[in-house]
């Protein structure tokens, strides 16, 4: 079991992320807006991060970058995922650092395999 905060303005997404996720026993973390995600991790300590490419203000790609700066938050995984084509380039996703990708719509098998593999 495994504490994951997932990021996500569209509500649909989150609720059926974190439903998968409570699915397989972790405890789970939502948030519709990414601009306290730093805080968030700060506060909780999250053993993974899902985090929503496609967000206002600043990209999930922005904010994984902001994460994997951070020296006291450096080494948390963070998953980007989206529908859209930015996280299919594999250097768009290098450069934001990110740990992994999940694409949208997700289903509840690769969620469980992305999740199985970034909490090892």
């Not at 397989?24 to 909780?44: F, K, M, P, R």
């Not at 999250?46 to 020296?71: A, F, W, Y």
């Amino acid at each position: 079991m495994a504490l994951v905060l997932v990021v996500d303005d569209d509500t649909l997404s989150l609720q059926l992320l974190e439903l998968m996720l409570k699915r397989e026993q972790h405890v789970v973390l939502t948030s519709a807006s990414n601009t306290d995600t730093v805080d968030l991790i700060y506060q909780h300590q999250p053993d993974l991060v899902i985090l929503n490419d496609n967000m206002p203000q600043v990209s999930g790609g922005e904010m994984c970058k902001r994460i994997k700066t951070d020296p006291r938050i450096c080494q948390t995984p963070v998953v980007l995922t989206s529908a859209g084509q930015r996280v299919r380039d594999p250097n768009y996703v290098r450069d934001s650092r990110a740990d992994g990708v999940l694409y949208k719509p997700c289903v509840a098998a690769d969620v469980r395999t992305c999740v199985n593999q970034h909490l090892r």
